[in-house]
């Protein structure tokens, strides 16, 4: 393809940028052949050009590839690309894996993640490679996975700088393997895999500028397994100690982590004769100045090390010796040099020195001796030894090597005890290892450390580079495709350079074995030999002794200085010899010994310094002052070690590494590079430029170029077909073979076809060609949403036309009516104008005439009326007089005798006031004492009534007055206004002068008369209102306190009800606490089945190895018939006929009878067993002993656990039953009665006289008990109705104290009232106690009843055993079994004897099946072992009962056992222990159990004893039983849930239009939704044909849900590419068809619905719109069910359709967070949901319609043997 046509207008690329490395832009002119520059635009919209070179800027990939899981599956191959990659996965998803075709890069987060449980473990588990997301398991397990299926090695490869988290990565794989590959025989060998890393980081690891817990060795740990691929042992190869830092650190670094941790716990007791202290106080651990880390805890650690110790077989007292050696070394490091001179020549120590002390009596070395091979170093020649003294640098120099020498040996010994412990038990089939090497590092001063760590990456990235070039050529050799070498670039020169003859590290080890050999003259010979010679060795400009080689990533200059030194790494041969010849004694923790040498070497120092041959030193006694003393003239032979410790470090180096490449080369290797983001350990913080040295060092780029220079894409022909059908032909989809097709297609568009090679299942293309056809494809379906668009927008616009036209017409059609009626209502209003004209004209003609009438008539009507009325006026004026003399002589009367009658009211009121005032005042001072509460109260009433009566009387006569006075006033008022108009018409008539004089006389004596009366009204009416008003305030008075009252009685209402709801939370609080502890109890039913199997494959183990006949398992101890007694438990060997009666009480005896039989063995046997540890005891009799202390333990807390569930239950009965007064027992019942006189007569008629006398006297006795009882019950009786009345007596003085109360909340305070209330509730609580001693003396006459019918049960019951056990005899031979008798009434009992034991339980339990019997009743053999039970309760043979028991138990235990996995044969023994349940309860003794039972089964209920004890070791099995079969149908469900939920495409044409990645292959489901409901509806059809119950049922399908939408919903986290909009629709549908199942079998209510929210929300919110922030806060309430973790991995993971959908924006995911920290509070958070979580399961209570005597039993089962009662 050409230059233009990729770099047109638009085209995106990557330009260099100083501080990002690289930018991204766009092209805003295309490019053309010649052009100078091109044209840019960055994307903050800056203009950039950009000169064109000799090659053009790399291209960037489509968007759909930005954070693709695979760098190979990227278009465009190069460094921009993978660095864009990795950043966009790691910035905005905060995923830190991505694969590079076999290399997994792993970034360190600096943060813990929630990514590396134990869930995540077993999803991964199982799954291939691209199946999930990048993940170090995904790696661990293709290792495994390649390991199981072809029988061949592995090897991990974990690579990367310091503080890149490559001993984290090696510690998870390391997890991973111990979790997977568990070991079976051995149960602690994956514990001690693990234990020795916390080990090796305390001895291996130091703090660096970098890392805080970097690994200064490389170590190759070996995981063997065996043929069933489980765990057998590890082995453990280091290299390259870094032993300098021993000595010196630089600043801000540490030492080793295990000095630190001994100064950190040196107050411990036994570290007390270390003589440690601070880390300041050493001089090797404080000159980095940094002794404290943050987030550390070296006194944890050091416990966890020394615990780890213990783990791998490491005595106490090795321990102690080594940290005793440990502690010499910092003494030693304290130890003060001094010169003799001025010119330091000589040095020499104190003897006094406190330092040098320590050291000694620690290593046992004398101190003499100590302090002269430190200052002196001997010099052998030919013929003479000599003894030459020291300088004081060469004297620090010895001392430093001594100390490097002694941890090196130390460390060799650990990694030696390590491999000890972990040493395959047998030969290993297969192992894994995992390689945790440092990677390629340059620093400013390079060193002789850093050339052997960057060698050992030069070897291993050649053996990477054969490794991907090999992989490649089999992929194009497998696929047909012709292939040529590839120029990749080799490393091989570089490794010539170093490791050749004539080479640098020869020559290296020629200049060391000179005996004048330097630094400077190495390096020039290195300058004569290689400078002109090799491409990759230069030499620097400014500096003569250095020089520089050219690795695969980089130049490196390397200081010469120190090489010699480093590599000869020489130990005096003198303190060799001084150490070998230590003497220390063994002294207990915490004392010194009280003397420096012992008569005992120390073991630990003679394994780190043996002695062979003659190694041992001549020591002068003392020093000569001269600078060479002969000391004898003979040469001894240094030992082998000493030989061996000579050899130059650089060749044992090259050694132990090209051993680790032969194993490599024997393994498949798989990759892991760790990447460092940045140097200040910020977590998710990327910086680019660091990254990009790294993947330059590790080999990342290497596999994109090699890659990128072959056919880096792949497609399968289905995929290509499916994804670029759009850029096809009519004519190219009419062929029918798809390959030619797709070839047709590639020819056609990429026209050249070296860009594309076709294999036999996919197509290869070169870097860049899957970019241009997504291109077109681009482009294509562009054009086809224009055209698209096109004619959506015509039809649009024709659709509005025909509308606009339409509605044109419409317009014109009503306009036009409009004017028509228009016209119509003008034409309508001038005809009726016309009409109303004239008739108003008429109408005004009308109205004028018949005014003028009505004028006139009006006119004679007043005239007429005038003259009348004058003429009356005049008759009635004579009349009025006389009514007016009459009126006022009365009215004068009245007034006189009403003056004097209100006079003596008004003083009968004011001394009644003041009588009342006096009375008021007594009473109120009186009313505050209590004894007269109750007189005052009954009065009150009435004197508030009465003063009520005068109120409301006083209130009527003041209306009465004033009615009375307005009366008057009008009356008064009307007088005058007459009598003034008589004063005048009797002033016009002279006449009546006189007369008119007398009457104004009288009408001023009436005036004056008023004006008294009124004033006395006046006063009247003012001292009524002042009484009225003190009135009211009295009335106001008693209102606020009896407001007062009332609001104290509804705050104790209040209290009341607080504590109501108190008590209800304390409810609620106890049923949750039951619910815990019933999860716990199950949990600890779980645990102790599995300890119990755990003993059993234990105790076969111990019997293999011990070879006993006595311990080993015949064929026959299977069956229950050869064994004289049963073992509840799944032991092999059971316990005698004498240890069957303590059986049933507790699970720990069985235990501990046990034990016995097992110490008399291991007593006998330790003499002879070759297995033996220090103390002689065989390790695995111990273990097997500690695991049975374990099951005791766990037996312990299950009976601790039990009781207190009982309390719970008890305690919770109680509160749902407070009082159960009055209970009407029935006397046939308790009497235990099931025949009437009658019938006993007759039934008896035909036995001997004497059982007749027997008879009569039972007879005799049983009416005088029914008289007793009847007496009883009449005395019963008659105490009820007295407490009845007492009851209604009680009910009255309530209703007489509320009405009390009533009265009091008006007048009393809150004193009296309380008083009052606390008197009443002990009132009534005496007579709660009075009834509760009732009811007791009444359970007592109950019980005393009971124990005399038993008394006369068992006499009629001997009695009549002798009788039927002839008529048994004789009926036996001729009744079958099966056939009921109805001659005679059955009591539903078998009979079984103790011989046929064995064949009752292989018949009903090891060989039923139900198939067999079709006819069967279901739960058949429970009710048979009930049948029997009961026989044996009539018996009142306990021992038959216990013995039934735990055999039943055993038996149900093996047949569960044997058939674990089978579904159908859990659900059938879980139904027959539960109906088992609930046949011993509602047959029982507790009477809560026979509420629902038929008098005839209450017949049949259990006499002798009370079987209840054995209810909970039943239930404790059901438990069991029901866990099996959660884990049965999970086994069946899990392979089905991923494909049935998540890939199967149940909404055809929903799939993602997003192109697979080259990882995984498409391929069809294996199962479908409707496989997934098939198997379960198989599960539910095996529950219901078994008649579980519905509870039981309900529960175990809201297990099998969770279980489903956890391992759904952990697959959609996992998964990247199955976050998308379409598979969010397909899951929500798959889950509605789950509901509508559901739905369908009624099991909507069982919690099942619950389980799968979070699933459905997981759905809807990759539905959701993810945009701005409303719908950020949709999302917040939406996800009610999902973690915070949870939700943000969903969005982050969320994976748009291409071209239709955009990313999640950065800020919208910050967003969501921010809303979901406020929301959730900060705390533990799990990413995936536990799928193995059980929810603890109920048993409910069922009452059973099934009669005894009725069951019929089938031939089939022959149980001929038993006898039926």
């Known amino acids: 393809m050409a230059a233009e046509e990729l770099y047109a207008q638009g085209a995106r690329v990557w330009v260099p940028d100083a501080q990002e490395v690289w930018k991204p832009a766009e092209l805003t002119k295309g490019y053309e052949e010649g052009d100078g520059c091109l044209h840019l635009r960055l994307q903050d919209g800056s203009e950039l050009t950009c000169p064109v070179g000799p090659q053009l800027p790399f291209l960037r990939n489509p968007d759909y590839l930005s954070g693709e899981n695979d760098l190979v599956a990227l278009s465009y191959l190069h460094e921009p690309a993978v660095l864009h990659t990795l950043r966009a996965r790691f910035l905005e998803t905060n995923t830190i894996y991505t694969y590079c075709g076999i290399i997994l890069v792993a970034i360190n987060p600096y943060k813990p993640l929630p990514i590396y449980e134990e869930p995540v473990i077993y999803a991964y588990s199982g799954q291939c490679m691209g199946d999930m997301d990048p993940h170090i398991f995904a790696v661990a397990e293709e290792a495994y996975r390649q390991m199981s299926r072809y029988s061949r090695d592995q090897s991990l490869i974990i690579s990367g700088e310091s503080g890149a988290g490559k001993t984290a990565s090696a510690k998870y794989a390391m997890r991973y393997f111990a979790t ?289 070039f090999k992989l490649e050529q089999e992929e194009y050799v497998r696929e047909g495709i012709p292939w040529a070498f590839i120029d990749f670039s080799d490393n091989q020169p570089c490794i010539d350079l170093i490791e050749a003859k004539l080479g640098i590290l020869d020559l290296l080890n020629e200049e060391c074995k000179m005996p004048k050999g330097s630094d400077r003259s190495w390096a020039q010979k290195l300058y004569d030999q290689h400078l002109h010679h090799s491409p990759h060795f230069q030499k620097p400009k400014m500096s003569t002794e250095a020089f520089i080689i050219q690795h695969f990533a980089g130049k490196v200059e390397y200081q010469c200085r120190g090489f010699l030194e480093k590599n000869q790494d020489m130990v005096p041969a003198e303190l060799i010899g001084l150490l070998r010849a230590s003497k220390l004694c063994h002294f207990s923790p915490g004392r010194l010994p009280s003397h420096p040498w012992a008569p005992q070497k120390s073991a630990l120092l003679a394994e780190l310094f043996p002695e062979e041959g003659d190694g041992s030193i001549a020591l002068p006694s003392r020093l000569s002052h001269g600078s060479r003393v002969t000391v004898r003239p003979s040469r001894r032979s240094l030992p082998a070690t000493d030989k061996e410790h000579r050899k130059p470090i650089s060749t044992q180096f090259k050694a132990s590494l090209h051993k680790l490449m032969e194993t490599l080369a024997c393994t498949t290797p798989h990759y892991i590079r760790c990447i460092k983001p940045n140097d200040h350990k910020r977590p998710f913080e990327f910086d680019a430029r660091r990254v990009v040295e790294q993947l330059r060092a590790c080999g990342v780029l290497e596999t994109i170029q090699i890659s990128a220079s072959g056919y880096p894409s792949r497609w399968t022909y289905a995929e290509f077909f499916g994804r670029y059908r759009a850029l096809m032909r009519p004519e190219d989809l009419t062929g029918g073979d798809e390959k030619q097709t797709c070839w047709l297609v590639l020819q056609r568009l990429l026209k050249d076809s070296s860009k594309f090679q076709c294999g036999k299942g996919k197509i290869f293309f070169r870097a860049g060609q899957v970019a241009f056809l997504e291109e077109l494809r681009g482009r294509r379906l562009r054009a086809a949403c224009v055209l698209i668009q096109k004619s959506l927008r015509g039809w649009l616009g024709r659709r509005r036309f025909l509308r606009m036209r339409a509605a044109a017409i419409c317009l014109q059609r009503l306009a036009r009516g409009f004017l028509a009626r228009r016209l119509a209502r003008r034409l309508r209003r001038a005809s009726a104008a016309l009409t109303i004209q004239k008739h108003f004209k008429m109408a005004l003609a009308r109205r004028s005439y018949r005014r003028t009438h009505a004028a006139a008539v009006t006119i004679q009507a007043f005239a007429r009326g005038m003259f009348a009325r004058r003429l009356h006026r005049q008759l009635v004026a004579g009349r009025k007089a006389v009514v007016i003399q009459s009126a006022v002589r009365g009215w004068l009367a009245r007034t006189a005798y009403a003056r004097a009658r209100r006079a003596v009211v008004y003083l009968q009121c004011c001394y009644r006031r003041m009588q009342a005032r006096r009375e008021l005042r007594r009473l109120r001072i009186e009313a505050k004492s209590v004894e007269h509460y109750k007189q005052l109260s009954k009065g009150m009433e009435i004197k508030v009534v009465q003063l009520q009566c005068k109120v409301d009387e006083q209130a009527r006569e003041n209306q009465s007055l004033s009615e009375q006075l307005s009366a008057l006033r009008a009356s008064h008022g009307g007088e005058v206004e ?318 007489q104290q509320q009405s009390l109360i009533q009265d009091l909340q008006q007048h009393q305070e809150e004193d009296g009232l309380l008083h009052q209330l606390v008197q009443l509730k002990r009132e009534n609580l005496d007579l709660a106690e009075q009834l509760e001693r009732q009811e007791r003396s009444m359970l007592q006459l109950r019980k005393q009843l009971k124990a005399s019918m038993k008394q006369i049960q068992d006499l009629t019951a001997n009695r009549e055993a002798m009788w039927l056990e002839h008529k048994v005899k004789a009926e036996e031979a001729e009744r079958p079994l099966g056939v009921l008798q109805p001659a005679r009434a059955l009591e539903g009992m078998l009979g079984c004897k103790a011989e046929d034991e064995g064949r009752l339980i292989r018949a009903i339990i090891t060989d039923f099946k139900p198939q067999h019997h079709p006819d069967a009743l279901p739960g058949l053999p429970a009710y048979v072992l009930f049948m029997c039970l009961r026989h044996a309760d009539s018996t009142r043979d306990e021992h038959r009962i216990r013995s039934l028991f735990a055999a039943a138990i055993s038996g149900i235990k093996r047949a569960v056992k044997k058939h674990s996995e089978d579904v159908d044969v859990v659900t059938l023994w879980l139904a027959n222990t539960c109906c088992l349940i609930n046949c011993l309860r509602q047959y029982g003794w507790d009477q809560s159990y026979r509420l629902a039972n038929t008098p005839k089964q209450n017949q049949h209920c259990l006499r002798h004893f009370d079987l209840a004890s054995h209810c909970q070791s039943l239930g404790d099995l059901a438990i069991h039983i029901y866990q099996q079969l959660v884990r049965a149908a999970q086994k069946r469900l899990k392979p089905v849930i991923v494909a049935a939920m998540l890939e199967s495409e149940t909404i055809q044409g929903l799939s993602s239009a997003r192109p697979p990645g080259n990882r995984k292959q498409a391929a069809a489901p294996a199962y479908t939704l409707d496989s997934l409901l098939q198997q379960l509806g198989s599960v539910h059809e095996a529950l219901r044909q078994h008649q579980l119950e519905p509870a039981v049922v309900s529960q175990a399908f809201r297990q099998l849900l969770f279980t489903v939408s956890g391992v759904a919903l952990n697959y959609l986290l996992l998964r990247r590419d199955a976050c998308s909009w379409s598979r969010g629709v397909q899951l929500r549908y798959n889950v509605s068809q789950l509901e509508e199942w559901l739905r369908a079998r009624g099991l909507q209510h069982s919690g099942a619905l619950e389980t799968l929210q979070p699933l459905i929300q997981a759905a809807q919110l990759l539905q959701v719109k993810k945009a701005t922030e409303d719908d950020a806060e949709a999302v917040c309430s939406l996800c009610t069910a999902l973690s915070r973790l949870q939700i943000m991995k969903l969005l982050r993971a969320y994976t748009p359709a291409v071209g239709l959908e955009e990313r999640v924006s950065p800020s919208f995911i910050s967003s969501v967070e921010s809303r979901l920290a406020a929301r959730c509070p900060a705390g533990p958070c799990q990413l995936l949901v536990d799928t193995a979580h059980l929810f603890p399961v109920h048993l409910p209570f069922s009452c059973s319609p099934v009669q005894l005597d009725e069951i019929r039993i089938p031939d089939s089962m022959d149980l001929a043997f038993l006898t039926r009662t």
């Open 978 to 1295: 007459r009598l003034r108009g008589e004063v005048q018409r009797l002033q016009q008539d002279k006449a009546q002068e006189r007369h008119v004089r007398e009457l104004q006389e009288q009408l001023q004596h009436m005036e004056l008369e008023k004006s008294l009366s009124e004033g006395r009204l006046g006063r009247e009416l003012q001292e009524l209102k002042q009484r009225l008003a003190e009135l009211e305030a009295m009335k106001s008075n008693l209102k606020e306190e009896k407001d007062a009252l009332n609001q104290r009685i509804m705050e104790q209402s209040q209290d009341l009800e607080e504590q109501l709801r108190c008590v209800r939370a304390e409810s609620q609080e106890l049923l949750g606490q039951l619910e815990g502890e019933r999860t716990r109890y199950q949990s600890l039913v779980t645990e102790y089945a599995r300890l119990e199997q755990h003993c059993e494959n234990l105790q076969d183990e111990v019997a293999f190895h011990k070879r006993t006949p006595s311990l080993r398992r015949s064929p026959s101890s299977d069956s229950i018939l050869d064994s004289k007694g049963s073992y509840p438990s799944s032991l092999s060997t059971a316990p005698s006929w004498e240890d069957t009666d303590q059986q049933s009480e507790s699970p720990s005896q069985p235990l501990d009878r046990e034990r016995g039989p097992w110490k008399s063995r291991a007593m006998s046997d330790s003499p002879r067993s070759s297995i033996t540890d220090e103390d002689g005891q065989d390790p695995l009799e111990k273990a097997y002993l500690l695991l049975l202390g374990q099951l005791n333990a766990v037996t312990e807390d299950l009976a601790r656990t039990r009781e207190e569930l009982r309390r719970a239950k008890a305690q919770l009965a109680h509160e749902r039953k407070p009082f159960e007064l009055f209970k009407r027992w029935n006397a046939a019942e308790i009497l235990g009665l099931s025949k009437s006189p009658e019938k006993m007569i007759e039934a008896d008629s035909l036995m001997e006289e004497d059982l007749k006398y027997a008879y009569d006297a039972v007879q005799v006795s049983n009416k005088l008990l029914q008289s007793q009882l009847q007496e009883q019950q009449q005395q019963h009786e008659q105490e009820l109705e007295g407490l009845c009345l007492d009851i209604r007596s009680l009910k009255q003085l309530s209703q």
């Open 180 to 468: 997977v590959g568990g070991s079976l025989s051995d149960a602690g060998m994956e514990e001690k895999v693990l234990a020795a890393s916390p080990i090796m980081e305390a001895f291996g690891n130091a703090k660096t500028t970098r890392n805080d817990n970097s690994s200064r060795f490389g170590k190759y740990v070996e995981i063997c397994f065996n043929h069933e691929y489980r765990i057998v042992g590890a082995a453990m190869k280091t290299y390259l100690l870094e032993k300098s830092r021993l000595t010196f650190q630089a600043k801000a670094e540490r030492n080793y982590h295990i000095f630190y941790q001994l100064c950190a716990s040196a107050a411990l007791p036994e570290f007390h004769a270390l003589r440690l202290g601070e880390a300041e106080s050493f001089h090797y651990t404080k000159q980095g100045r940094c002794a404290l880390l943050e987030a550390t805890d070296d006194a944890a650690d050091l416990e966890s090390t020394r615990n780890a110790f213990s783990l791998l077989g490491v005595h106490e007292s090795n321990q102690l010796e080594l940290f005793s050696i440990l502690a010499a070394i910092l003494h030693l490091g304290n130890i003060r040099l001094k010169a003799k001179d001025r010119h330091g020549e000589s040095c020499f120590l104190e003897l006094e020195d406190e330092a040098l002390g320590r050291f000694c009596t620690l290593l046992g070395v004398e101190k003499s001796q100590a302090s002269r091979w430190l200052c002196y170093r001997k010099l052998v020649t030919a013929s003479e030894t000599y003894v030459k003294p020291l300088s004081r640098q060469q004297a620090s120099t010895s001392r430093d090597a001594l100390a490097k020498h002694l941890y090196g040996q130390l460390f060799k010994w650990i990694v030696s005890r390590i491999n000890k412990a972990l040493r395959a038990s047998c030969r290993p089939h297969a192992s894994i290892g995992i390689l945790d090497i440092y990677g390629f590092e340059t620093f400013a001063v390079n060193s002789f450390e850093q050339f052997c760590i960057n060698y050992a990456n030069e070897k291993l990235q050649q053996h990477f580079n054969l490794h991907v």
